[in-house]
């Protein structure tokens, strides 16, 4: 009987670690093209996806409040003098910053996409981020619009400050982002003023660098520039970003590390980490307003 | 554990509301630089609860549905909560029901082993770009936000199958009065 039992386990458990093999050579071999597995995976995403988005607001509050409790441990030489003020405020103050937040960030991103960085055929519209891989592995987040909303993939996706990414899947009704952050990204960027060019290539694990890698020799890039997307365009080969987008500002460009790897490091505009709202940039008509 | 229907449709309840919760929530808090991950907690507590096998079926289904939701590799989260279901209810299997220290020690080790496959997956499958340190500091940080909500989170798993436990059931049944006043 114990045998028995035993045998049983085994076999369950080769059966599943088969299983997982099988699905991740499948769909590796798929590629970003799709197929079966990514047609059922989307299937289940879209199922899920108003469940996410209820989730998402009911959950809303724990989440801000525990977000609440990091930001006061970082400012903990004003905790002790504000603590018992705060306590009783802790709830009515929960729901005001997360409005107040949302206001602003909404702002932010009609402020950046109205400022002339939206090129002609581009119709911009606001999503919301619903979901968020949980490792650092996967830089990508989960936005509340999809191919239902005239969202494609390698759509433009802007956040309050500057670039956060660009779609790279698409449900009827959610689309995933992958964020400049993610280890598949690159971008052509121009550093202003001056005009040098590179690809901003991430540092995977450390959300707050950025790389800008393949510089010209000779330019000379000096700590505080600014980063834009280049948006170069070869014939029928053109750049996905539009030009202009802020991506972030230097913060380190010692002239032995231009001179040797032709690297400047920066860190990006956007709080990739806290983004409530962005823009994707759809390069065809949708049937959503934005 | 007895896994009747009932059971098995609140463990599947269970399992799709932390994996939606993980990626709405939990995913989305930050603690001390990085955040909690339940879903794994889940899956070790159903392993330490049920045993390997419901452990490592358990564990296999929220993974393939956080790699569905997540519209990811299909197999990476699912081969990691499965490994972590397994060793939690192999554990519980030869050594017994952990005291609250060995919980606690066993959801930090698990957490890292869920961060450790997921790496080795990630570097099997390529990664062009390069990778930081801070990856590694992740781990740990993780692991121990991991040890502090192993106990919360296995009793909050013990009361959704509390009927189904074998041990709830036999306390059930044990007298609580005097022996002498049952039999002259």
């Given at each position: ?137 996967y830089s990508t987040v989960t936005v509340d619009v999809g191919s239902g909303d005239g969202v494609r993939i390698d759509d433009p996706v802007v956040a309050a400050q500057g670039l ?127 | ?136 500091r992740d781990a740990i940080v993780k692991s121990m936000i991991g040890a502090g909500l192993a106990i919360p989170v296995l009793l909050g798993v013990r009361l959704v199958v509390r009927s189904a436990l074998v041990d709830e059931r036999r306390a059930a049944r044990r007298p ?9």
């Amino acid at each position: 009987m114990y045998r028995k039992q035993v045998r049983r386990r085994r076999a369950v458990l080769l059966l599943l670690v088969a299983a997982s093999l099988t699905l991740l050579s499948l769909y590796y071999r798929e590629g970003s093209s799709g197929g079966p597995l990514h047609g059922a995976e989307n299937v289940v995403s879209t199922v899920f996806s108003p469940i996410s988005s209820v989730t998402d607001r009911a959950l809303k509050p724990v989440r801000d409040l525990v977000n609440w409790f990091h930001e006061t441990f970082d400012a903990r030489g004003d905790k002790a003098k504000l603590q018992d003020q705060v306590a009783s405020l802790r709830d009515q103050l929960a729901r005001d910053q997360t409005q107040r937040q949302e206001a602003k960030e909404l702002s932010a991103l009609n402020e950046l996409t109205s400022g002339g960085i939206v090129p002609d055929g581009t119709t911009p519209v606001t999503a919301r981020v619903v979901g968020r891989s949980p490792t650092v592995w996967y830089s990508t987040v989960t936005v509340d619009v999809g191919s239902g909303d005239g969202v494609r993939i390698d759509d433009p996706v802007v956040a309050a400050q500057g670039l956060a990414g660009k779609v790279t899947q698409t449900t009827s009704n959610t689309a995933q982002v992958t964020l400049i952050t993610d280890a598949d990204s690159a971008v052509t960027a121009r550093v202003q003023p001056g005009g040098a060019t590179g690809v901003v290539e991430p540092d995977v694990g450390n959300p707050n660098d950025l790389q800008l890698d393949f510089l010209e020799r000779g330019s000379h890039i000096a700590e505080g520039q600014m980063v834009v997307t280049a948006g170069f365009s070869t014939g029928d080969l053109g750049s996905i970003f539009p030009p202009g987008i802020p991506i972030g500002k230097i913060t380190r460009a010692t002239v032995e590390e231009q001179q040797a790897y032709q690297r400047v490091h920066l860190s990006p505009f956007a709080d990739l980490r806290d983004m409530d709202f962005v823009k994707v940039l759809r390069t065809h008509s949708g049937k959503g307003s934005g | 554990m007895i896994l009747t229907p009932g059971i098995i449709a609140r463990l599947a309840a269970l399992g799709a509301f932390a994996a939606v919760a993980q990626l709405v929530c939990f995913s989305k808090m930050d603690v001390f630089g990085t955040d909690p991950d339940v879903v794994l907690l889940v899956a070790f507590s159903v392993g330490v609860l049920g045993g390997s096998l419901t452990g490592a079926v358990f564990g296999f289904s929220v993974g393939l549905l956080m790699d569905c939701l997540l519209l990811e590799t299909l197999g990476g989260f699912a081969l990691t909560m499965l490994c972590v279901g397994y060793v939690a209810g192999r554990y519980r299997e030869t050594v017994g029901r952990p005291t609250r220290g060995a919980v606690a020690l066993l959801g930090a080790g698990l957490t890292l082993l869920g961060a450790m496959v997921i790496a080795a997956i990630q570097i099997g499958t390529g990664v062009d770009a390069n990778v930081s340190f801070l990856v590694v500091r992740d781990a740990i940080v993780k692991s121990m936000i991991g040890a502090g909500l192993a106990i919360p989170v296995l009793l909050g798993v013990r009361l959704v199958v509390r009927s189904a436990l074998v041990d709830e059931r036999r306390a059930a049944r044990r007298p609580t009065g005097p022996r002498a006043v049952e039999a002259p």
